[in-house]
T-cell receptor, first 111, second 118 residues
Framework: SQQGEEDPQALSIQEGENATMNCSYK?????LQWYRQNSGRGLVHLIL?????REKHSGRLRVTLDTSKKSSSLLITASRAADTASYFC???????????FGAGTRLFVKA | DTEVTQTPKHLVMGMTNKKSLKCEQH?????MYWYKQKAKKPPELMFV???????INESVPSRFSPECPNSSLLNLHLHALQPEDSALYLC?????????????????FGPGTRLTVL
C-alpha cells in the first residue's frame, strides 16, 4: 500500500474560498512536507512540519500534523486563481533514505 | 543561485536512439535525484545519488543509466526506450544526507524534461 495518500483527489472552489486537503500515511515519520506542482512543471516546496510540531503557518498556508492519526492537512486561505495546481504531501520512507509522494490533490480555483 | 536547471525541456526520440538528460545545481547540495512522473500521478523515485555515489536504484530498467560526473551535475542516459517510458522526468537536489544516511531534507526540483518515445 502507498505511503502518503491524499483526499480529495480533486477540488474545485471559487476564488476567495478556503481549500483543505488531507494526507494520510502509514509508517512513523520525523517530518512531512507539502509540495505544489503547476501543470507540467517541477514541484515547489511549500512547507515542512516536524513530528514534534502540531501546526505550522506560512503566509496563507496552514499545515497541521496529527501523528497519532498519521495524518496531515493543508489549508489554503483566501484562494486565488494562481493557486490552481496539484498539491502533494511527501513523507520519508525506509528509515528516511528516500521520500515518497502521495497521490496528490488537484486544486482548481475559479476566478 | 537557488535553481535546479534541466535540459532539454522537451525531447522526442525513437526507440533505437541514444539521448541524455542533463541536470545542474549550484547550491552545494550533495544529494541529487531522478524522478519519473506520468500524467496525473505523483513523481516516482528512480535514482538517488549521495556524495556523487549511487545510493538508491529503484529497480529501474537498464535502458536508463544515471551518471553523476561531479557534485553539481547529474545525467540520465537513455537507450532503447519504449513508448511507455514517455513521461516528465524530474531532477531534484537536497542539501544531503544526515550522518545516519537518512535523507529528510527539502528537495529542490528542476522544471523537468518532457520525454516522448515514438
Amino acid at each position: 500500500s502507498q505511503q502518503g495518500e491524499e483526499d480529495p483527489q480533486a477540488l474545485s472552489i471559487q476564488e476567495g474560498e478556503n481549500a483543505t486537503m488531507n494526507c494520510s500515511y502509514k509508517t512513523s515519520i520525523n517530518n512531512l512536507q507539502w509540495y505544489r506542482q503547476n501543470s507540467g512543471r517541477g514541484l515547489v516546496h511549500l512547507i515542512l512540519i516536524r513530528s514534534n510540531e502540531r501546526e505550522k503557518h506560512s503566509g496563507r498556508l496552514r499545515v497541521t500534523l496529527d501523528t497519532s492519526k498519521k495524518s496531515s492537512s493543508l489549508l489554503i486561505t483566501a484562494s486565488r486563481a494562481a493557486d490552481t495546481a496539484s498539491y502533494f504531501c511527501a513523507t520519508p520512507y525506509t528509515g528516511g533514505f528516500k521520500t515518497i509522494f502521495g497521490a496528490g490533490t488537484r486544486l482548481f480555483v475559479k476566478a | 543561485d537557488t535553481e535546479v536547471t534541466q535540459t532539454p525541456k522537451h525531447l522526442v526520440m525513437g526507440m533505437t536512439n541514444k539521448k541524455s538528460l542533463k541536470c545542474e545545481q549550484h547550491m552545494g547540495h550533495r544529494a541529487m535525484y531522478w524522478y519519473k512522473q506520468k500524467a496525473k500521478k505523483p513523481p516516482e523515485l528512480m535514482f538517488v545519488y549521495s556524495y556523487e555515489k549511487l545510493s538508491i536504484n529503484e529497480s529501474v530498467p537498464s535502458r536508463f543509466s544515471p551518471e553523476c560526473p561531479n557534485s553539481s551535475l547529474l545525467n540520465l542516459h537513455l537507450h532503447a526506450l519504449q513508448p511507455e517510458d514517455s513521461a516528465l522526468y524530474l531532477c531534484a537536489s537536497s542539501p544531503g544526507p544526515l550522518s545516519s544516511g537518512a535523507m529528510t531534507d527539502t528537495q529542490y526540483f528542476g522544471p523537468g524534461t518532457r520525454l516522448t518515445v515514438l
